[in-house]
């Protein structure tokens, strides 16, 4: 018979598209599916609203994120029980309704029947994904999430709905009765959404050790946050993810691992991503033998061969993907132990530092107008310019190499300071970057510090951070961090902490994280440069919430991950003690206070936090730093005090409004030993 | 020519066998009826030989073609009706004709030209455009019919198309077949109800417990059984007496009694059989009627199949 060439559709597709597409029925189920995610956005929508009131952290690219995180949670889910529904049913129902044998006895290959069922199936979920796309292009109206953070969640979206399908239609071709097809296609959902997550409290609980992060690697829904959080948990994401996770019904780094807070490793998903493919394979080929009616192990060379040519190709494929992230994820980070601090002699002063308006930055277009400030622990003051500076690097030191994008990595490597005199700044090829600074001066006045963000115009992948500390009347100039990162769906911008009293360290965060839904915002590991020669060195790596020097600089104090409770660490030795602080309730702690001798602390505890108000109520715990004797000193007011200062022994100093934005505050003193609070007098 | 040839085709399933060393021939052009009672293998034979079911033992060769792995080629060549089968849901008349002709590779034109003529010769022009789900159970029956149809196959296997179909309907399938007949085709039917293909098929075979009883045209199938014949005889005197005249001849079988009459199973031809009457009266049986019981093709059909028909 001589080759007619033609363009030939499989009949299966073309006949279940027909009768699947017939109607209103689809077109119900779609506008049904859009609008459920259409309301659930609205609705997350207010709730961010409503809870990211009472944070200083910018608004809206929060919301974007949040949002954005929320619809591909949303999606996955419908892809996750939308899917099994539409395939288990493919063969076998071919078989009960008595059509299969028909269909049999046609020339048709088995495959095609099988592959003509598969895409048609699966075709009607990309549509429910595709279909929402736009919508979930939405957020790019509140920013915070770029192209790329969509491109993954689509891709793995895809690759879960594929795998789905597969894992049906081998059900049904393995069963040949639906309601079991069914029944397994579920369960084998529940257990990837489910088991991995059970396990892996199981590990923690049992073992009483963090689990190993591969037990997640088969859970879509760590997969699908992995891509989208931060490479490092606890990263300067923005509090709401946390407050999402909580919302969600579970705490977001169980989802995605935590792994080793120190070093970088490959997000969940460049493992789950080749597992669900070698699956999809696997069943696939499976399932072309199962629909056979005849010879269903007669296997022939040729169809083995090209089996095996599959393998090869899709092995190939991910080893080529991994060989060509490695140097993104495998190279050593750094992981430095705590660095002995030098006892300084001088006792204590305020902590929050002094700000200046920040130097204007080099600007060769006009500024545009400032944004929402960043949240600074220091409470300083932000200025956010935009601007678009030229393509070509300026000024002679502007030599660097580590600051162009395409040689960045993911790896937070702390940077060899440099010393520049006073003339233009080795700022990096920032064309169209919008860029944010902040700064602050050093008690003594002699220095003086300042951060910079820029995010590029374009949504693009990196952003770049500074954290320059400059004499205010001499020409050192030390750059503390200069480093391009990897923009997920949060960021992080270093910080300044603490000026040692010594005044020969400044101590900064790189990672300032909220915690749970963005009540208490400060850092979670610390680093300092030595004023003298600019070395940079990091004193601990992100460790918990809200750390917080002993007026000695010996300790710090902070409150742990984990649910670990109130911990000391000396930063000698690096020994923790820790004790629980369980109110009983849902609860966010932070804001530590030493007290001026360094005896004891007060912190501040949100009870039931991440409600419409920042909190219901508020406690305020003292602790023995010898003993870790917790005195509750305010049981759980409603006029949400926060511990702002220790001045004198017996008193501490309160604030009722020091998260409430806009308003002014009232300040109270609470006595530090009886717990009863006063009206602030001076 | 051999359009269709088994050879010791053996099927089981578990312990049970269902079709045990079928052989038949069935020359090309044929109208062939496979007969037997429900549950005697016709439709496991059936399936083998539309290439759905895979025959523990023996093997099947289609136009002198012996199927092996290539079965799929081997399908072009034959249209296949099951005796029970569904229709898709929320499909018209004619795309289920058109999905079919693209399951069969046929060329676009080509399909719509042939969705036409097989909805004509099935009689279901005027249904074109209504939804499969809502015809009359006759003419899903002639749908399927016309499934089977659209790739022009030489050979035509029908699974009891006849089944569940009123009187009316039953007399149109048998129209129909006789004019797909008529084009020379090799259709192969099976039914458990004799009647429905003793005008029908050229030849016939007789399946019970999955073996082949009896195959070739019904004249010889009826001459094999009937060498053996029943006679009736109706005597006046003593019966006892006559019972025992008639056992001592040869030839004479079993011999019962019937509503007064005596019937007697007797081997052997005309010949004899006038021989007989001619003993019997010299012996001084009052002979008052000698007659040959007429048997027919159920009877036949009983007799082989030992009165097993459900």
Known sequence: MPFKPRLRVNPVIVKELRSRMRGARAFVILTGALLLLGTASYALYRLVLATSRYTRSPLSPQIGQTLFI??????????????????????????????????????????????????????????????????????????????????????????????????????????????????????????????????????????????????????????????????????????????????????????????SPTSISRPLYHYSLPLYGAVTLILYLLATRLVRPIQRWHIAWKEALTALVLFLLFGGAVAVAFASTADRYERASILSTPTPVPRPMVVVREVVAPVKVPPPVPVPTEPSAAVSPLPTPTSGVAQDITLTLPAQTSGPTASKGTLTPAETSAAKVTVAPTKVGRTPTATPVLTKMELRTWSSTSPDGKWSVQGLVAFPLNGGGDYYTQLKVEETEGIAEWMAVDEWSHFGLGYTTPQPFHWSRDGRFLYFTNKPVPDGCGVFVNGSDLHRVDLGDGSVTEVVPPLGLWLSLSP?????????????????????????????????????????????????????LAIRPCLANWAESVSVLRVEVATLEQTTLIHQDGRLFTTVGWPTRDKVLLSDKVLLSDEDENLWWVNSETGQVTMYDG | MIAIETRGLTRRFGKVTAVENLSLQVPAGALYGLIGPNGAGKTTTLRMLAGLLEPTAGEIALNSQVAGHDWRELRRQIGYMPDFFGVYEDMLVWEYLDFFGRCYDLPPDHRQQVTDELLDLVDLTEKRDAYVQTLSRGMRQRLCLAHALVHDPQVLLLDEPASGLDPRARVEVRELLRELGAMGKTIVVSSHILAELAELCD????????????????????????????????????????????????????????????????????????????????????????????SDLEEVFLRLTKGEVA
């Open chain 1, 70 to 259: 929320a619809l591909a949670f949303l999606e996955l889910m419908m892809v996750c029980f939308i899917t099994p529904a539409v395939t288990s049913g493919a063969i076998s129902g071919e078989r009960e309704k008595l059509t299969y044998e028909m269909l049999m006895a046609t020339p048709l290959r088995p495959a095609s029947v099988l592959w003509g069922k598969l895409v048609s199936a699966l075709s009607y979920v990309f549509l429910l994904i595709f279909a929402a796309v736009p919508m979930a292009s939405l957020v790019f109206i509140f920013g915070g999430v770029s192209p790329r953070d969509m491109v993954k969640s689509l891709v793995i979206l895809v690759v879960v709905t594929v795998m789905l399908g597969v894992v049906g239609i081998f059900m049904s071709a393995w069963l040949g009765r639906t309601i079991v097809a069914t029944v397994l296609s579920y369960l084998v959902v529940l257990a990837l959404l489910i088991s991995p997550v059970f396990v892996f409290i199981l590990f923690a609980a049992l073992r009483q050790a963090e689990p190993p992060r591969w037990i997640l690697v088969p859970n879509p829904v760590s997969a699908l946050f992995s891509a989208l959080m931060p490479s490092i948990p606890a990263d300067g994401s923005a509090g709401l993810f946390w407050g999402l996770g909580m919302v969600l019904g579970g705490d977001l780094r169980l989802l995605t691992g935590s792994g």
């Open chain 2, 203 to 294: 030849s016939v075979g007789i399946i019970e417990k999955g073996r082949l009883v009896a195959s070739g045209s019904l004249d010889e199938i009826s001459r094999h059984v009937q060498q053996g014949r029943t006679l009736r005889l109706k005597v006046l005197s003593d019966r006892g007496e006559a019972e025992a005249t008639l056992r001592h001849q040869s030839g004479v079988g079993e011999v019962y009694e019937v509503n007064g009459f005596l019937e007697v199973e007797f081997l052997g031809d005309d010949e004899a059989t006038a021989l007989l009457l001619a003993t019997l009266v010299a012996c001084g049986v009052k002979v008052v009627s000698f007659s040959e019981v007429s």
């Open chain 1, 552 to 604: 000695d600089e010996t300790t710090l104090a902070y409150i742990g991950y984990c649910d670990r409770g109130l911990v000391l660490r000396d930063l000698v030795t690096g020994a923790e003690r820790e004790t629980k602080l369980d109110p009983g309730q849902d609860y966010a702690a932070g804001h530590i206070i030493w007290s001026p001798d360094g005896t004891a602390l007060v912190l501040t």
